[in-house]
């Protein structure tokens, strides 16, 4: 336990040096804290003191939730490299091109990723002769998943027989084997998937 205590300090120490030496990193500091204080409350803004970290908690993401996340990032990283191009070439924000690009891709994903997931749910429930879904943002559910390790409840059916919860694992529905019907959730919100269910834009 203290041999991996010394490590991550000397791992830190490595990269606040970094940090005080190249302007990139900083913007990576920066812009990594920030997201991490968005997703995970105070704590995540401790991710900008190592940023790989960060990175390490996003592969574990990938590794669970593999299909959505490729889905998302067949958008984002894209965009992130075409915020690169631009910064590199308008010469007031060449020297914040890397903080740029990193910015964009962790926005980028957020909202695809909430379109992909509201697509997703509805699209599904489609298929379930279900119009209106109760569900969490995805912003939400991250949030949920870093609090408490719960995977479920991030959305529900409204108005089916039995009761079904949102899997980001398989993209579909789950649903209860003890015969439950359905019951609303509270602080959801209800959302009419008339219309969204056909945008298949962002599916891969």
């Known amino acids: 336990m203290i041999f991996f205590g010394f490590v ?37 803004f401790l991710w900008g003191f190592f940023p790989p970290a960060g990175l390490l908690m996003l592969a574990h993401y990938n590794t669970q939730f593999s299909d959505f996340f490729a889905a998302v990032f067949l958008w984002s990283i894209p965009i992130a490299f075409v915020t690169l191009i631009l910064a590199m070439l308008w010469k007031r924000t060449e020297a914040y091109m890397v903080g740029f690009s990193v910015l964009a891709f962790f926005v980028s994903s957020l909202i695809v990723a909430e ?13 379930l002769d279900v119009t209106e879904i109760q569900r969490m943002s995805f912003l939400q559910s991250l949030r949920l998943t870093n609090a408490s390790h719960v995977f479920d409840n991030h959305a529900i059916l409204v108005g089916h027989e039995l009761q079904a919860y949102w899997s980001y694992r398989t993209r579909d529905w789950v649903f209860q084997d003890d015969g439950r019907g359905y019951f609303p959730l509270y602080g959801y919100s209800v959302t009419n998937c008339q219309g969204i269910a056909s945008d298949a834009g962002l599916h891969n």
Request: proline fraction near 2%.
């Open 8 to 44: 991550g300090l000397v791992l830190v120490g490595g990269w606040l040096w970094l940090a005080y030496i190249f302007r990139s990193v900083r913007q990576i500091s920066i812009v990594v804290g920030g997201f991490g204080f968005v997703l995970t409350g105070p704590f995540g």
């Open 115 to 127: 379109r992909i997931s509201l697509s997703d749910m509805c699209r599904t429930a489609h298929s």
